[in-house]
């Protein structure tokens, strides 16, 4: 079954007379457990289909499905609670919140969530450990690493325990040591049954996702075959 | 963690710039109550000193005749007088709907005497209520005790050459001279007074009165209002409100609290527009925050929760310390405005009044930045930066 149905999608931007089609009437379907890498030239619509995907940007035409939900026939309230159900956004700039300490940071989502404090405490630190993080939990985020910014905005992306997590250039502001260990982490919560869509311009990335979409000036140039095994375990690559 | 706690630690970590808003709506407000204080001590300080500046209505029988004018004093036909007034006139003004703003009643019947082959004005009147009333009679002597005495001005003591305890005759019946009057500067100084019932039988005149003059304690209600309440009771009499000092300072009062008034709200739109600025300055400065928390599934109304529990927390304080602040600069500036006798209580509804318009300003100005906040479109919020 499809987690992910995207079918004619289009969306334009229009500024003044001009408009320009940075999703140009694309379809693809992605999988419940999929590691699909999102690849192509700067401009080529990467980051807005992204947006599309997660229920932020209104398409202009076409249809994004998930879990047989009709994404953009919700009202923008009934998105919010969809995005809250269903998407994990981990952003390039980790868009973490400056006077929240990495604890809090990591239960944001959660504080629009009916549960007790203590559980909610519990889930983020679970989620700080799974990053390694646990150590640093009180710590505010501009004390952090770039790195540990990264996996402090996963862990925030997973706290609901979201089906789908999306990615836009997670390594984009990261070091090659420190981008294979974010990799490793996403590899890893991949294989625990994540379904992940990311973004990336390193092609290093693309060794760890089980599948590539290439766009190019708002097509799909090229949707490789699921890959059986991820690339990263027949070329293995040293760091 | 919930979205208390963001705004609650926003605030906290960002407080240098939210103290702008905390001093600027701290100020308005306690300016605000200063003023408040300041016209209430000022309106009370009026009220206890209302009475002692005497009468404020008069009431005459109604008259075809000219009327005799006398110093201020209006006599409607001194003669005869069907439509004099009388003793139940007295009670009937007790009854009207503002009652418990009249606080003195003093009837008065004037005739003429001969005495020494001089005429003099006499009036017979309440002594209970005639020196209640003018509490700036300074009688040498005594208040009469019985109808066989009586106070004189200074001008007939002058003029008839009498004493203290001297007896003089009025209609052939002896009246004993129980105080005199020092110079007020009034009509009173050439009359003779003596027991309104006395001057009722001697002068032949049973149960009627001339006029009656009332002092109404109300120093915000208006007098043209008991006046006409006293009217309707009182069909064939002709009230009216005289001017007097107190008017002027009531007037003044007023002025000042109109002024007051304007003031403070001048005050509180700058309050409303420096919360406006601050709080749209800080909602531009996070834009970016906003989209990530609608990426992650914030609705709008969430995004409004937060920043109208930043505001709520801010005007809250800025109340609180706006009446404090308020409340100690009044009771320290208060004298220098005139208002001598003041205590300014510490009260809860000058608090809640002061907490409420703090609140009314603050989130009140907050409205527009938070809708704004909440309306962002989410990726052109994530953008942003
Ligand atoms: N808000 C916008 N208004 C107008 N045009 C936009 C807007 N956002 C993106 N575009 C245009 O849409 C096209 C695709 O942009 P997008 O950001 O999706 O590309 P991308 O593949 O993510 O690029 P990059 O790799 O540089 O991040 C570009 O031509 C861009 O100029
Ligand atoms: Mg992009």
Redesign the interface.
């Known amino acids: 079954m499809n987690l992910i149905y995207v079918e004619n999608l289009i969306k334009e931007y229009h500024s003044g007379e001009e408009s320009v089609a940075a999703v140009d009437n694309i379809s693809f379907s992605i999988d419940l457990g999929e590691f699909v890498a999102v690849v192509g030239p700067s401009g080529s619509g990467k980051s807005t289909l992204l947006t599309v995907l997660g229920g932020l940007t209104h398409p202009t035409g076409g249809q994004v499905v998930i879990d047989e939900i009709d994404v953009y026939a919700l009202t923008a309230e009934q998105r919010a609670d969809f995005r809250k159900e269903y998407i994990g956004f981990v952003f390039q700039s980790f868009h973490l919140i400056p006077y929240l300490n990495v604890l809090e940071n990591v239960m944001i989502p959660l504080a629009v969530v009916d549960a007790p404090g203590a559980e909610k405490t519990e889930i983020a630190l679970g989620l700080l450990e799974k990053v390694s993080l646990a150590d640093k939990a009180r710590r505010l985020p501009d004390e952090l690493s770039g790195g540990e910014q990264e996996r402090v905005a996963i862990a925030r992306a997973l706290v609901n325990n979201p089906p789908i997590i999306l990615a836009d250039e997670p390594t984009g502001n990261l070091d090659s040591t420190t981008s294979h260990s974010i990799m490793a982490l996403f590899r890893h919560l991949n294989e625990e049954g994540q379904s992940i869509v990311m973004v990336t311009h390193n092609p290093e990335n693309l060794t760890y996702a089980g599948r590539f979409i290439t766009l190019r000036d708002g097509k799909i140039a090229q949707n490789s075959e699921a890959l059986k095994q991820p690339l990263i375990e027949r070329i293995p690559i040293n760091n | ?3 208390c ?2 705004s609650l ?2 605030l ?3 407080k240098t710039r939210m103290l702008f808003l905390l001093i600027g709506l701290t100020i308005a407000i306690s300016t605000v109550v200063i003023l408040v204080n300041v016209s209430r001590a000022m309106n009370a300080d009026i009220a206890k000193k209302l009475d002692e500046y005497g009468a404020n209505i008069l009431i005459v029988p109604n008259s075809d005749e000219l009327s005799l004018s006398y110093g201020g004093m209006t006599v409607s036909g001194l003669s005869v007088d069907q439509k004099a007034l009388n003793d139940q006139d007295i009670q009937k003004i007790r009854t009207i709907k503002n009652k418990e703003n009249i606080s003195i009643v003093a009837p008065k019947l004037l005739s003429v005497a001969e005495v020494q082959a001089k005429t003099v004005m006499v009036v017979g009147v309440d002594f209970d209520s005639e020196t209640a009333l003018k509490k700036w009679w300074k009688i040498i002597g005594v208040k009469p005790g019985d109808e066989w005495e009586a106070i004189i001005g200074s001008e007939v003591k002058q003029k008839l050459n009498l004493g203290l305890n001297q007896t003089i005759q009025l209609k052939g019946e002896t009246f004993k001279i129980a105080g005199i009057l020092e110079e007020t500067g009034s009509q009173d100084d050439g009359l003779i007074f003596i027991d309104l019932k006395k001057a009722q039988s001697l002068f032949h005149k049973p149960a009627s009165v001339s006029l009656i003059e009332v002092a109404a304690l109300c120093y915000d209600c208006p007098i043209e209002e008991i006046v006409a309440q006293t009217s309707e009771k009182l069909p064939g009499a002709k009230v009216t409100a005289i001017r007097q000092s107190i008017e002027t300072k009531m007037e003044t009062m007023h002025r000042f609290e109109h002024f007051s008034l304007g003031i403070s709200a001048v005050i509180l739109v700058i309050g409303a527009l420096i919360a406006f600025t601050t709080m749209s300055a800080s909602v531009n400065e996070r834009k ?2 906003i ?12 995004i409004m929760q937060i920043i109208f529990l930043e505001a709520l927390i801010l005007s809250g304080i800025a109340g609180l310390a706006g009446y404090l602040l308020g409340w100690f600069v009044a009771v320290n500036a208060a004298p220098l405005v005139g208002a001598e006798t003041l205590t300014i209580p510490v009260d809860s509804v000058m608090l809640l009044m002061a907490l409420g318009l703090s609140l009314l300003t603050g989130v009140g100005a907050t409205v527009h930045p938070a809708v704004k906040a909440a309306r962002l ?3 052109v919020a ?1 953008r942003a ?1």
Do not use: A
């Open positions: 963690m919930k979205l706690d963001i630690n926003s906290w970590r960002r970016k925050e989209g990530v928390f609608r990426s992650i599934g914030f609705r709008q109304r969430h479109d989410p990726t994530l930066l």
